[in-house]
């Protein structure tokens, strides 16, 4: 009687024990679920949303009436936006600039802080101003002639592949017959775009298949972080234990291949280098390499070199062209927008001639459709993480210094409010006396504020010529002849995509 007592008692201080820890938060933070054992709100989490965690964040802000939903992961505080206006403000706000420290940024820097995407403070900001300023003299972030000519060079090879079929063994894998297989036939303008602009020159037709690697490897890595990454940033250790379930194997794997690839490229840059004159970027930074290599603290390296060329890639070759295979799938869906697509392109461009950016001005319709896939299928629907570098308030609630920020701009890219009808896919909701009103693109697939996307003018750009030189050649139908009734599933990763599928390509004549 006295040992039932007595296990009863433990018992019930177990249960008060965790009772109290589930319910501890900061003073006046945000409202959100419980912390459970282990990882906290985890659990829940992922009951509410497993594969869809922005409709679970959604859910989670109805359910205790907040804009900002706050919960921890362990002890690890987070916050998730859930309103178009604070998500502005959180990117406009210097405090929330921050990065978090996060094994998904140590692996694939060799397990240090190095890049643009997972830094922050003074070695984010000396190495984005440096990139940015020299990268620009070669087309990133602004309209730059042989760029355009460089991505406009690997249209044409795609459309001939398309056209008069494989030359290459790498080709055979993506193309058979008037089938193309989405999204890595779509890679190479893109891969080769950035290549052309870091190192002034592109890889041949007869060398795509080390780009198709990049690209698969990209995915790999970009899919591999999806809702159960969670665990891997906090047990570490599930790296050794099971490095293939939680995820740390694909992502080590997918980020090697782009290591590896531009490894390759900075030695030869370097091995030929000449004091003398800078042939393209790579050269800019060996030469600063140099000149601060005498200095106790640099923030220059040829790891960090390494890491830039990486992160301006992994977009490149990955989040572009699942957004372009998304907007391939709308076509598919939307027989009447395709037509509109050809009838613009043909009544501005004919078949003459490929289309140009200085044709973008005067295809609002096609610029459109780039625009309106990026707002219904968010591309990155949480964002990268920010990290609050100092206590701070938000929205009335206080928010502790190292807090996890997370934007969920799927609140913002499916608002009736702003949209009205945000499910249905409209090019026509941008354009307003037949020209495209950018004052009615409220979406923002490329963030804001300091820490906007560096590649967005390329990305624009480049997508824009894709699309629209593609559908100058080709009408899209489905491989087996049917109706595309429904979108299919979409896959959860760091940046949103779609399984790997075949469509049909019939030229247009």
């Given at each position: 009687m006295i040992g039932t007592t007595i296990l009863a008692i433990i018992l019930l201080g177990v249960i008060y024990h965790f009772y109290k820890k589930a319910y501890k938060r900061h003073e006046n933070f945000p409202p959100?679920?419980?912390?459970?054992?282990?990882?906290?709100?985890?659990?829940?989490?992922?009951?509410?949303?497993?594969?869809?965690?922005?409709?679970?964040?959604?859910?989670?802000?109805?359910?205790?009436?907040?804009?900002v939903v706050g919960f921890y992961l362990s002890n690890m505080p987070v916050v998730v936006v859930n309103d178009p206006a604070l998500i502005k403000e959180v990117l406009n706000r210097e405090e929330f600039d921050g990065r978090m420290d996060l094994i998904l940024g140590r692996l694939r820097s060799f397990w240090k802080k190095l890049g643009i995407f997972f830094t922050d403070g003074y070695f984010w900001h000396v190495q984005r101003r440096f990139t940015l300023r020299y990268m620009r003299d070669y087309g990133f972030g602004r309209r730059e002639e042989s760029l355009e000519s460089a991505v406009a060079h690997e249209i044409k090879e795609m459309i001939d592949m398309s056209v008069n079929g494989p030359k290459y063994p790498a080709e055979k894998e993506l193309v058979k017959g008037n089938l193309i297989y989405l999204p890595h036939f779509l890679a190479v303008p893109f891969i080769n775009g950035v290549i052309h602009i870091v190192t002034g020159s592109t890889f041949p037709r007869s060398e795509y298949h080390a780009l198709w690697k990049v690209a698969r490897g990209a995915l790999l890595f970009q899919r591999s972080s999806n809702d159960l990454g969670?665990?891997?940033?906090?047990?570490?250790?599930?790296?050794?234990?099971?490095?293939?379930?939680?995820?740390?194997?694909?992502?080590?794997?997918?980020?090697?291949?782009?290591?590896?690839?531009?490894?390759?490229l900075i030695n030869e840059a370097a091995a030929t280098y000449n004091e003398g004159y800078d042939r393209h970027f790579l050269d800019k930074y060996i030469r600063k390499i140099n000149e601060e290599k005498k200095l106790q603290k640099t923030t220059f390296s040829e790891d960090q070199l390494l890491l830039l060329c990486t992160d301006y890639m992994f977009p490149a070759a990955s989040a572009v062209q699942a957004a372009l295979t998304m907007l391939m799938e709308r076509m598919l869906l939307n027989p009447a927008v395709q037509d509109k697509v050809h009838e613009e392109i043909d009544r501005v461009v004919g078949r003459d001639r490929m289309p140009t950016l200085d044709d973008r001005k005067n295809m609002p319709y096609?610029?459109?459709?780039?625009?309106?896939t990026l707002r219904i299928d968010?591309?990155?629907?949480?964002?990268?993480?920010?990290r609050a570098t100092s206590d701070t308030k938000l929205d009335g609630y206080d928010i502790p210094e190292d807090t996890m920020i997370n934007l969920n701009f799927v609140t913002l890219h499916m608002s009736k409010?702003?949209?009205?009808?945000?499910?249905?896919?409209?090019?026509?909701?941008?354009?307003?006396?037949?020209?495209?009103?950018?004052?009615?693109?409220?979406?923002?697939?490329?963030?804001?504020?300091?820490?906007?996307?560096a590649g967005e003018t390329f990305a624009r750009q480049s997508m824009f010529q894709v699309f629209s030189g593609f559908m100058q050649a080709f009408k899209v139908s489905t491989a087996d002849g049917q109706p595309l009734k429904q979108p299919v599933q979409r896959l959860q990763g760091i940046i949103t995509s779609i399984p790997d599928f075949w469509v049909c390509v019939t030229p247009r004549v």
């Open positions: 959100g679920p419980p912390s459970l054992p282990v990882y906290g709100a985890y659990w829940l989490i992922l009951l509410k949303g497993l594969n869809n965690l922005p409709f679970a964040f959604i859910k989670f802000a109805k359910e205790y009436k907040t804009k969670a665990a891997l940033s906090l047990t570490p250790c599930l790296k050794d234990i099971m490095p293939k379930f939680s995820g740390y194997k694909d992502l080590r794997d997918g980020n090697q291949a782009i290591l590896d690839f531009f490894t390759k096609t610029e459109a459709c780039i625009r309106e968010t591309i990155v629907p949480l964002g990268v993480s920010h409010e702003i949209w009205g009808d945000p499910e249905n896919f409209r090019p026509e909701r941008f354009i307003e006396d037949g020209q495209l009103q950018l004052s009615k693109d409220k979406t923002l697939p490329f963030g804001a504020g300091r820490r906007l996307c």
